[in-house]
């Protein structure tokens, strides 16, 4: 079983979202500003729709200013229930 979300067409270009890491808690984000979305090739996982931010506010502090990619749709299995969330940053 898989629970499944999707946030293509959620977000702008400009907006500033916050989208919650691996570790699936609110303690765990990055947050940026959307500089473009659209399909992203990537050698790991393929080809994938996402929004490309860049960070200004990492909860570890290692990844500001870098530029990273936020899927528009995500998938948890089994019961984790809980995965990354994107929402509009404050």
């Known amino acids: 079983m898989y629970t499944e979300e999707t946030f293509e067409g959620k977000f702008n270009i400009g907006d500033r979202i916050r989208a919650l890491d691996f570790q699936h808690t609110d303690e765990h984000y990055i947050e ?12 790991s996982y393929g080809e994938y729709g996402a929004y490309t931010i860049t960070v200004d506010n990492d909860s570890k502090g290692r990844r500001v200013g870098m530029t990273s990619f936020i899927p528009f749709q995500l998938i948890a299995l089994g019961d984790e229930g809980k995965f990354t969330r994107i929402t509009l940053a404050k």
């Open 32 to 43: 940026g500003e959307i500089i473009d979305m659209g399909l992203v090739n990537s050698q």
